[in-house]
């Protein structure tokens, strides 16, 4: 028996009902469907204590065992990073007024932004510190801290945040959300001639305005980079070009600002998983609900989100690359080194940046809390499907594109680096 077929028949173990599930599942919907359950007993969003890493950082500052220190010139916002470990080096900056402090931004006056897996920091000079980090169970939770100096520095919840983090483009979860819209010289957007929600299937052509990029793109045709001088004139328009700037300042004064950078590696990185934990969000959410429910259909229900996380954990939409891209920092080479890598020294989190994203294509939120955290049903289901597509047994042809030499090093990496793996993983030859 071929290692191909063994495979396939090992798949069929304690998981077999959530396979059948997964296989029979419609497609990706999670990005069309109604969703209201913030308010739902299985969820209870505005209610439940959080244990998200603002929430850690509050009760440890009330401890005094943490102490935020006021820098002059940016406030909280470098003691802030240290405290929840955000790298300098994550900063990707926009300058459309699509924020609740729109009045500060600008092309001269842009909003940073820093991340890692599960915090996000915004902030424009002369505003206050804005703070979106996931609770591995109950979502994106939203928080703000004002740039005054005090000896009880405190950080608050503006419920105004949800009027556009709970909506269709964040999958009707609170949660995180990427546009490009393009924007005049003055930071105005003008949604009239482009307005995207962005993630990484978002052809290139239409990602980024409003943006700023460092680095090298190479031929990466894009919208960053470009504000509209004479956008109420006869024929305005916007048209991606291939653009990428040295530094920022040489766009505007970065006094105050971190770094000079608003790295092309990270934005594409950035790019991928707002969606993501957007999703993770939405299937744990999806599933407690049905279950609770007891929805006659829940397994169809639990079936289906699996498959729409799968195939964009396994980056099955997206578009090619069409030149190399090299970022202006050491991102890339920072966040590659992170890890958890396995014996041959791979890891799902090396970047190729040559013709797609990651070397070997599959999410490393697969690491993240917010997977982890799953309810069992959701994790039977997912890792069911991962299995389906990772093992050749789906052969539809949009999963093509994942070649058998990618499906065997990401099953060798998983097998070595994920904890909690189903038997079914250990199928393929090594």
Known sequence: MSARTAAAALAIDVTWVVAVWAAQAPAASLDTTYFDAAMHPAIQYFTRPGTDPIARLARAMDAGTERLQFDPRSGYLPSLLRALDVQLDSQVVVFSKTSLQAALIGPRNPRAIYFNDSVVVA??????????????????????????????????????????????????????????????????????????????????????????????????????????????????????????????????????????????????????????????????????????????????????????????????????????????????????????????????????????????????????????????EALDAVYARLWQVLSGAETAPRYARLSPADRRAITEILRETKQGLPPSFNSLAR
């Open 123 to 376: 902030w424009p000079r002369g505003g206050h510190i804005e703070v979106a980090t996931q609770d591995p169970v109950q979502g994106v939770a939203f928080y703000m801290l004002e740039q005054r100096e005090t000896a009880t520095p405190r950080f608050v919840r503006p419920g105004n945040c949800l009027t556009c983090h709970l909506s269709y483009a964040t999958l009707n979860v609170p949660g995180l959300l990427m546009r490009s819209v393009a924007t005049a010289a003055d930071g105005r957007p003008l949604p009239q001639l482009t307005n995207d929600t962005l993630d990484h299937r978002t052809p290139m052509e239409e990602r980024w305005a409003g943006w700023y990029i460092t680095g090298n793109t190479g031929s990466v045709r894009h919208l960053g980079n470009t504000a509209i001088a004479n956008p109420d004139g006869a024929g305005a328009s916007v048209s991606p070009a291939a653009s990428a700037l040295a530094s920022l300042d040489q766009r505007f004064d970065t006094t105050g600002y971190l770094t000079s950078h608003s790295d092309a590696a990270a934005l594409l990185v950035f790019t991928h998983q707002m969606h993501m934990m957007n999703l993770l969000t939405r299937v744990g959410w999806e599933t407690r609900v049905a279950l609770a429910d007891r929805r006659p259909d829940a397994e169809r229900v639990i079936a289906s989100a699996a498959a729409d996380l799968v195939d964009y954990l396994l980056f099955v939409d997206e578009p090619a690359l069409t030149s190399p891209v090299t970022g202006s920092t050491g991102f890339a080479g920072r966040f590659a080194a992170a890890g958890p890598r396995d014996r041959d020294g791979r890891s799902l989190r090396q970047l190729d940046l040559r013709t797609r994203l990651l070397r070997y294509p599959c999410s490393y939120m697969i690491y993240s809390e917010a997977f982890d955290a799953m309810p069992k």
